[in-house]
């Protein structure tokens, strides 16, 4: 990896940057320091008058350094706080103490007039009651496993959320960079300028179609994973750069990599609702597990409110047992959050090549005809999902699921 070289914020000497504290973001960009010296120069020369503002690490809020209490040093880093509030938040979690604790504990002590710290709950806690279901504004198209659909869910909901008329932002938090190359974009300016180099949503978005915006990525995403692991607030990078950009947008729709990251994690803390597509077949199955045991710890280890919307059947063939059986048992564990199956056909798998939507590559198909559901389904109030009436219903009622499928289920969902 070649050396990056900046100047010296300070001095104005060239340097190249070798350790983390050398590069610190301030508003509307990166600031560079040679040395530490140089790093406690910066906020001490001129006090409120030029004086750079530093992010909170906290809150993330931009303030200019005036006491010495809003400069602490935690795990070997120095950290900054805007507010003593803040200051006791990094304090906390330097000892240890999780952010879904230190939400839990802030909120027995404002219900019972009592410091959240002396009334904190000992030993495990239980989760909180799965929210109701709602309909969604960011939807994190979500799995573990591999090739089971999702960047394809992932371009067609956001191009069919769009094509009814509202503006769409899709974000690519996947390396392999697949999003772009399905609509066509280019990455030149891609979510890794974004998250790093801060550079504004803007300025990095791609419009794709009349209402469509991309925000595409490439390999350059695998590096920002060394960013994010070196940031207090790591899980919220994400929604703290978006934050002011995805209120612009009716819907964000985020194509999530099949791996359990601090990317992945950043992705799920900027949504309000999952959308998980499960291939039709039984370790699909099995792998439901894992992401419902990761949204159970978004909410609770994180503090952040999130929810299933939807379990998506993909690669659905009427014709095979296996995804007879697989569908009863998604409909039998997940009920009204078991949407409308995507039927398999090879019109799904040529799309990405001519750089189209399934809409306008192969209009009146059965996966136009699918992700049109998916779409309306969207859009829609969260009703339960009909019994199917089209060729979907047709077959003849599947069996009683296998035991394997059976068990598969009752371990995800225990």
Same mark, same amino acid.
């Given at each position: 990896m070649?050396?990056?070289?900046?100047?010296?914020?300070?001095?104005?000497?060239?340097f190249?940057?070798?350790f983390r $504290?050398?590069?610190?973001?301030?508003?509307?960009?990166?600031?560079f320091?040679?040395?530490?010296?140089c790093?406690?120069?910066?906020?001490?020369e001129?006090?409120?008058?030029?004086?750079?503002?530093?992010?909170?690490?906290?809150c993330?809020?931009?303030?200019?350094?005036?006491?010495v209490?809003?400069?602490? $040093?935690?795990?070997?880093r120095?950290? $900054?706080?805007?507010?003593?509030?803040?200051?006791?938040?990094?304090?906390?979690?330097?000892?240890?103490v999780?952010?879904?604790?230190?939400?839990?504990?802030?909120?027995?002590?404002?219900?019972?007039?009592?410091?959240?710290?002396?009334?904190?709950?000992?030993?495990?806690?239980?989760?909180?009651?799965e929210?109701?279901p709602?309909?969604?504004?960011?939807?994190?198209?979500?799995?573990?496993?591999?090739?089971?659909?999702?960047?394809?869910?992932?371009v /067609?909901?956001?191009?069919?959320?769009a094509?009814?008329?509202?503006?769409?932002?899709?974000?690519?938090?996947?390396?392999?960079? /697949?999003?772009?190359?399905?609509?066509?974009?280019?990455?030149?300016?891609?979510?890794y300028?974004?998250?790093?180099?801060?550079?504004r949503?803007a300025?990095?978005?791609?419009?794709v179609?009349?209402?469509?915006?991309?925000?595409?990525?490439?390999e350059t995403?695998a590096?920002?994973?060394l960013?994010?692991?070196?940031?207090?607030?790591?899980?919220r990078?994400?929604?703290?750069?978006?934050?002011?950009?995805?209120?612009q $947008?009716?819907?964000?729709v985020?194509?999530?990599?099949p791996?359990?990251?601090?990317?992945?994690?950043n992705?799920l803390?900027?949504a309000?609702?999952?959308l998980v597509?499960?291939?039709?077949?039984?370790?699909?199955?099995?792998?439901?597990?894992?992401?419902?045991?990761?949204?159970? /710890?978004? /909410?609770?280890?994180?503090?952040?409110?999130?929810?299933?919307?939807?379990?998506?059947?993909?690669?659905?063939?009427?014709?095979?047992n296996?995804?007879?059986?697989?569908?009863?048992?998604?409909?039998?564990?997940?009920?009204?959050r078991?949407?409308?199956?995507?039927r398999?056909?090879?019109?799904l798998?040529e799309?990405p @090549?001519? @750089?189209r939507?399934?809409?306008?590559?192969?209009?009146?198909?059965? @996966?136009?005809e699918?992700?049109?559901?998916?779409?309306?389904?969207?859009?829609?109030?969260?009703?339960?999902?009909?019994?199917?009436t089209?060729?979907?219903?047709?077959?003849?009622?599947?069996?009683?699921?296998?035991?394997?499928?059976?068990t598969?289920?009752?371990?995800?969902?225990?």
């Open positions: 070649s050396a990056i070289r900046e100047t010296c914020s300070v001095c104005g000497e060239p190249v940057v070798t $504290y050398q590069m610190e973001e301030r508003a509307g960009g990166f600031a320091f040679c040395s530490q010296a790093l406690d120069r910066s906020h001490s001129h006090p409120g008058a030029g004086a750079a503002a530093v992010a909170c690490d906290a993330a809020k931009h303030f200019v350094v005036s006491l209490s809003q400069v602490l $040093y935690t795990g070997g120095r950290r $900054y706080a805007c507010s003593p509030a803040c200051r006791t938040q990094l304090v906390r979690e330097a000892r240890g999780r952010l879904g604790e230190i939400a839990a504990q802030e909120g027995q002590g404002a219900d019972g007039g009592q410091d959240g710290a002396a009334s904190a709950p000992t030993g495990a806690r239980a989760a909180p009651p929210p109701a709602r309909a969604p504004r960011r939807i994190a198209v979500f799995n573990h496993k591999g090739g089971t659909g999702k960047t394809t869910t992932a /067609n909901l956001a191009a069919g959320l094509a009814a008329g509202h503006r769409v932002l899709l974000l690519d938090t996947d390396s392999q960079g /697949n999003v772009g190359v399905s609509l066509g974009a280019s990455a030149e300016r891609s979510l300028h974004v998250l790093v180099m801060g550079l949503v300025d990095a978005v791609q419009k179609r009349p209402g469509l915006d991309v925000l595409p990525s490439n995403l590096a920002a994973e960013y994010l692991a070196g940031r207090q607030q790591r899980d990078v994400l929604a703290q750069r978006l934050s002011d950009a995805v209120d $947008y009716d819907y964000v985020i194509d999530c990599s791996s359990l990251s601090l990317m992945n994690q992705a803390v900027l309000d609702s999952v597509p499960v291939a039709c077949d039984y370790l699909s199955l099995v792998g439901v597990r894992q992401v419902l045991r990761t949204v159970r /710890n978004v /909410n609770t280890l994180l503090g952040h409110p999130i929810q299933i919307w939807g379990v998506l059947p993909t690669f659905y063939d009427a014709r095979a296996i995804c007879a059986e697989a569908l009863q048992t998604l409909r039998q564990h997940f009920g009204p078991c949407l409308r199956p995507i398999a056909t090879t019109k798998k799309a @090549a001519a @750089a939507p399934i809409f306008e590559h192969a209009p009146g198909s059965h @996966a136009d699918d992700y049109r559901a998916l779409v309306e389904r969207v859009l829609g109030d969260g009703q339960a999902e009909r019994p199917a089209t060729a979907v219903a047709l077959v003849a009622p599947p069996p009683a699921p296998a035991t394997a499928m059976a598969a289920m009752a371990m995800a969902t225990a």
